[in-house]
């Protein structure tokens, strides 16, 4: 049998947290350990508490809401997101994941439906990073021994908890921890033998699910994925006094070295998506010829091979170009994390048996059930993005939308449960 | 007969001048009513007394140093420079056209060469404007009046005197000039009445003289210019969930009219220069695709129907561009300022007649004295840049290529004064 999520108890969820850091326009800014988040953070206790949840926290501030099951000496399942937003953010990302692992709970309470593990709901602490970086640095922090070393070189504790206010540069996420109540004991962090599972339900960020006119994205992995820096040395002269066959100018070849980027990189598959979103141009001055433009390329794909194939493009970019020499750097990388199989499988049984349009996915985005798949089995479930669009205002799904995934995410959990 | 500068004296004041403000690899930072700057004023000030020239400064701290002739009634012959520099400038620009209207009227007074005309050596305040923007502020104060109205909306004297340190955003110009010690009377200021011509000595600071292998670079105008901002206005979304052919991303569009401009641009005239040396991307980070692009184009020449079909290429940026839309918006233009055609005549005959390698020569730059000429009857005299190089440290002419350039003013101001 099917179990239903309630459709106007999500839509109660969805109003009451989108008023918690309303930007007054749609959208919300809600930092990490903000006064908004911290309103966010008791509604989640209050709702949890009021179903008979027992409620409690770890030492990053990491919330577990769980529902005893009826052999408690199994591990628990655990499903969730955060709460925090970036800056100027929509009213679904991180918190729809939220909502709707207290959904799981509370439809679980309300129907009275029999589970034999114990079942979290939980909070990931400071997901985006936006006030206190990096990204996803609770799940780092807690997941940090099973982290690849590629990743982890990234992720260290002290540095994360010395992380410093990008608004005041002063306050530091300790602090901040410190003064929001919620920093708890250690010893009740996630992990490897109290948790046997882990659900997080997000929006997909992207356009594919609506172009497809499906409902609920399976996803299977999250993308491998490089950064490089590319740099272009040129020489600084006057605009004004230099003629054209004297100059090295850095910005030019920038702009030549991203159409050969462009040109190669469309050759490869097409299921390849590659950005340069960062540009820094020295002295950026508009009567200099710049002597240094310096840009991101960051390109995804499931394949280690294409990966390996964008590699060799960055390699081969020209060492001259119109008078200027060229360099890369690799910033990161990471390898495709593929979600556990069983429990893709889980959800996909349980989005045919709700009869939803649906597709199989992968996340191109980071989020914290990334990390705990190290540790713990984990896998996510996707919900449609209008236009595609994240991080900003007019992110939006349907309530009708956000209540299939969270029936999604319950069946999928039960599964798992009578495993 | 021809007049010779002195090549020691010229060391020796190169050596002197270059202490001031050292920054302790080859080069000078000296900005506006710096210490260093107080010191070069007070180094010109002592060095013109010593030899009976008068000394007295205007409103702005612009300081004029006079030699009397023989016919006192008659308007001055004045040639100067400035004395400051922009961070980790060279030792050479501005501080050389002082240098060398210091070495006329000394080259007078120890040679006893007789003059009719007051002849003066001159230094303007706030040249480079590094300090306190814009650059070319107290010529731009003092001609004001006569400027076009083009340039004139830049220049509104009340804003100037407000214009604040770009190093800690607080210290006026109005409080540099107060305090300098330099600040003196409005009635003192360079005008149409008291003088008769107007010649500035300047380092090239591009590489043509050097190719040419000329000593002297007779200048006849100031190149005509616009400045233009081109925007590209694309759609922000996430680097890794967005798939290429959903993306409308403004930094490829920006790539893809840059290289439009540089493939028309290059079509017209031989003698154009065009830049772009400013860049601004939104939001600016690796991991989302850029909603808007900015970058600036300066474009200069000679001839104004050249200009034109620069305007033209960019009325014909294309409107669309890889999903992309564009527009552009003038920031600023000017006319060719052609400099006094009798005053250019007697710097290329006592060239000649010095047997200096020699040519005409344009200016790209901007300059004092192309805000003079307004006023003022003015030309230019060019030394060679070793490597084109200016507002750098490398910057350098000889002394030798100094001494030609200063004897060149020397026979052009007594060929003035014979007049």
Known sequence: MTYKANEQRMQDKIDTFSKFGDAGHGGITRYCFSEADIQARNEFKRRMEAIGAEFKTDDIGNMYATLKGSEPDLPNIVTGSHTDSVKNGGNYDGILGVMSAMEVLEAIHEQNIPHRHNITAMVWTNEEGSLYPPAMMSSGIVMNDYLPAEIKKNFIFENMMKSKSVIDNKTTFKEALDNSGFKGDKANRLNAKDYCANFELHIEQGPILEANNNDIGVVTCVLGMVNYRIKIYGVSDHAGTTPMKFRH???????????????????????????????????????????????????????EEVIKQVVEVIKNIPKEIVGCTTDYEVAWTRDTVYYDEELVSMVQESVDELGYSNQRINSGAGHDAQFVSYMVPTTMVFVPSKDGHSHCEPEFTSTKQCTQGASVLLNAILKRDAK
């Open 249 to 303: 100018d850095a910005l030019y070849g920038a702009a030549k070295v991203l159409q050969y980027l462009h040109d190669e990189l469309d050759k490869l598959d097409d299921e390849l998506v590659y950005t340069t979103g960062e540009i820094l141009c020295h002295p950026n001055v508009h009567t200099v010829i710049p002597d240094y433009v310096e840009f991101s390329i960051d390109a995804r794909h499931e394949k």
